[in-house]
């Protein structure tokens, strides 16, 4: 029986061919007006004269493999050799070149800290995820200096690249979130010192730009402590990065809190909850769970700031690009590697952020009746 026979016998009429399938999603969502059939045309031409230029350059007339500078110069392409043969250097920096397996299975174990922290089922581990993540940040350690169990110890002022920026970025993610939890409800305290400090804290680092927290952490922070008495570069910098994103959590986190109606204050303090259960129970889930967006916005941008920690000498992984075709036989060849770099960054960022898509939708299932 046909789907025409059908539709006669019940009644029912198909929709014109025009408002279904590929026609129809067409027409609604790229030439529903004459501007949207504009904006659709000129993107149609921009891909169309673009993309097989760039297809042509990246592949067809590129350079793979182990080639030399010369073997680039003359082709058309691009020259990936270039990544082939720098590939090292940029993903651990100033590492010890022998010792670079060290950094790569640190980098490996720390990796599936944070993925396997993401899944679902590991969460209902508890603080068990804590003692996970201080056995894997001991194995971190270890490899990464060293001096034990036969590695040659290697000083934390030679860790570069993609390591260290995955270092800074996540430890300044984890601490920086408790602080921004703490001001924000500090911000909304009626207590007035607390109050006052909290805003005062929050106005201060965020009305100057990292650069400039990097900058004394760096140069001025040192002056002030007593003779004899130094304390890491990398250690300041990730300091520095805390406090910086704490501040920017803490508004995030507020505006959470004020999204919250007045009638969930009412009903914790109806329960006979104190302060703090209220808060742990009842409006921090809720505040959190409004603010993913934006806060996961503010992690996406943390982990590309960590690239100006170059300004008080660490080599992150964007800076180790930058010394690797500064070699006078590679350096026609920068495009390649900073389309290597940002190839990195957005696996990480797109990550982050279709976590958060997915988290925010796990979080709001029982939200949406």
Same mark, same amino acid.
């Not at 002056?223 to 007593?226: E, K, R, V, W, Y």
């Given at each position: 029986?046909?789907?025409?026979?059908?539709?006669?016998?019940?009644?029912?009429?198909?929709?014109?061919?025009?408002?279904?399938?590929?026609?129809?999603?067409?027409?609604?969502?790229?030439?529903?007006?004459?501007?949207?059939?504009?904006?659709?045309?000129?993107?149609?031409?921009?891909?169309?004269?673009?993309?097989?230029?760039?297809?042509?350059?990246?592949?067809?007339?590129?350079?793979?493999?182990d080639?030399?500078?010369?073997?680039?110069?003359?082709?058309?392409?691009?020259?990936?050799?270039?990544?082939?043969?720098?590939?090292?250097?940029?993903?651990?920096?100033?590492?010890?070149?022998?010792?670079?397996?060290?950094?790569?299975?640190?980098?490996?174990?720390?990796?599936?800290?944070?993925?396997?922290?993401?899944?679902?089922?590991?969460?209902?581990?508890?603080?068990?995820?804590?003692?996970?993540?201080?056995?894997?940040?001991?194995?971190?350690?270890?490899?990464?200096?060293?001096?034990v169990?036969?590695?040659?110890?290697?000083?934390?002022?030679?860790?570069?690249?993609?390591?260290?920026? $995955?270092?800074? &970025?996540?430890?300044? #993610? *984890?601490?920086?979130?408790?602080? /921004?939890?703490?001001?924000?409800?500090?911000?909304? !305290?009626?207590?007035?010192?607390?109050?006052?400090?909290?805003?005062?804290?929050?106005?201060?680092?965020?009305g100057?730009?990292?650069?400039?927290?990097?900058?004394?952490?760096?140069?001025?922070?040192p002056?002030?402590?007593?003779a004899?008495?130094s304390?890491?570069?990398?250690?300041?910098?990730?300091?520095?990065?805390?406090?910086?994103?704490?501040?920017?959590?803490a508004?995030?986190?507020?505006?959470?809190?004020?999204?919250?109606?007045?009638?969930?204050?009412?009903?914790?303090?109806?329960m006979?909850?104190?302060?703090?259960?209220?808060?742990l129970?009842?409006? $921090?889930?809720? &505040?959190?769970?409004? #603010? *993913?967006?934006?806060m996961?916005? /503010?992690?996406?941008?943390?982990f590309?700031?960590? !690239?100006?920690?170059?300004?008080?000498?660490?080599?992150?992984?964007?800076?180790?690009?930058?010394?690797?075709?500064?070699?006078?036989?590679?350096?026609?060849?920068f495009?390649?590697?900073?389309?290597?770099?940002?190839?990195?960054?957005?696996?990480?960022?797109?990550?982050?952020?279709?976590?958060?898509?997915?988290?925010?939708?796990?979080?709001?299932?029982?939200?949406n009746?």
């Open positions: 029986m046909t789907d025409s026979t059908a539709n006669t016998q019940t009644g029912w009429e198909s929709p014109p061919k025009s408002e279904v399938g590929v026609i129809g999603w067409m027409r609604k969502n790229l030439f529903s007006n004459w501007f949207n059939s504009f904006l659709t045309i000129l993107a149609i031409y921009l891909l169309v004269t673009t993309i097989p230029g760039i297809i042509q350059w990246a592949f067809i007339d590129s350079i793979w493999g080639n030399s500078p010369d073997i680039c110069r003359e082709a058309q392409g691009a020259c990936w050799s270039f990544i082939y043969e720098k590939h090292r250097f940029i993903l651990f920096g100033v590492y010890t070149f022998d010792e670079h397996w060290r950094p790569l299975v640190a980098m490996i174990i720390f990796l599936f800290l944070i993925f396997a922290s993401c899944l679902k089922p590991v969460w209902r581990l508890g603080w068990w995820i804590l003692a996970g993540w201080g056995i894997g940040l001991v194995f971190v350690g270890i490899f990464m200096w060293g001096g169990f036969g590695m040659t110890y290697v000083d934390q002022s030679q860790w570069g690249g993609l390591p260290l920026t $995955l270092f800074l &970025a996540t430890f300044g #993610t *984890i601490f920086a979130f408790p602080i /921004g939890i703490f001001l924000a409800l500090g911000r909304r !305290s009626k207590m007035p010192i607390i109050r006052s400090f909290s805003v005062a804290y929050i106005e201060l680092i965020r100057v730009p990292l650069i400039s927290i990097l900058f004394m952490a760096s140069v001025m922070f002056l002030f402590l007593p004899g008495v304390i890491d570069k990398l250690l300041r910098a990730q300091v520095g990065i805390i406090l910086f994103g704490g501040a920017y959590a508004e995030i986190i507020r505006g959470g809190l004020q999204a919250i109606p007045r009638g969930q204050y009412e009903a914790a303090d109806a006979g909850l104190t302060y703090w259960q209220s808060m129970r009842i409006i $921090l889930p809720q &505040a959190l769970r409004i #603010t *993913i967006p934006p996961v916005n /503010g992690f996406i941008g943390g590309k700031d960590t !690239s100006l920690v170059v300004i008080i000498g660490l080599f992150d992984l964007l800076m180790t690009s930058r010394v690797a075709f500064q070699d006078i036989n590679w350096r026609p060849f495009v390649e590697g900073y389309l290597f770099c940002a190839m990195i960054y957005f696996c990480f960022c797109f990550f982050m952020s279709r976590y958060s898509m997915w988290l925010e939708k796990d979080l709001s299932r029982g939200h009746h």
